[in-house]
């Protein structure tokens, strides 16, 4: 059975992860991002010339071009957009492959989140940022430059400025920035998400206000996903799905009336089985997908 070398690259965490051809996690580690291009890929080159692999492949956060071959852009990883990191790391005898983060996560849930696999579904990744994937009849929805950049969809007009350059960008109301800066807000207090969610347990009023205020976009930006894509299913994975008892039940009340009436209890909509693997999971898929093609 093949085995695939994995980075799943954050802004403040590198994931790698070593996966069968099933795409099981064999190995997973952690090591903080070298914020210095010439080092980090320094340490990738490292570990991969250590690990005996069919294949790596690299999940970029940001807009990653499969024609260039370029990291076209990745706000919350300055260091290295604008590179084309698969040339620059300069390895000959290994396969190289890159595509975006979400949408790879998109793909490990697709393939290992389901008992019974839905004809399509769209997952949504939220954290620092929103991101979002496609996956239609098993396969990745994907283009020459990456797609289903939902973060920055419009949600609301002339809202809060994005790093994108926008304002009002689904990011800005859905992300753990964006709950934080609810709760501020509210309280005058700023506070991570998992200490809202403590607020919230311990009965504080605006940690309450805030996670309505997020499910309340979030329900907006899901209806509009399902109102162009009409998937089969809807999946919530990101670091923040782990607080969606706080949020996702007013969530699923509210999309009733948000979702265009001929698709209304068509999308099967939950919380993602994958959680923080998806990324490595979808990697591992992708590789083999890629060196099959
Ligand atoms: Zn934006």
Redesign the pocket.
Known sequence: MKKYLVFDIGATNIKRGVLNSEADILEKEASPTPQDYKVFLNVLREDISKTPCDAVVLALPGVYSSKSGKLLYAPNLKGITGRTVINDLSIRDKHIFAENDANLAALGEYHKGFAQKPQSLFHLTLGTGVGGGYISGGKLFSGETTLMQV??ITLVADGRH???G?RG?F?KYCSSGALTTFYLEGSGNALSPTEIAQKADEGDFAAFAAFEMFGLHLAHGIASIINILNPSAVRIGGGLSELAKYYFPSVLELLGDMIFEPYRGGAEISTAVLKNDAALTGGAIWAEECLNC
């Open positions: 973060g920055h994005c790093n994108c926008k960008c990011e």
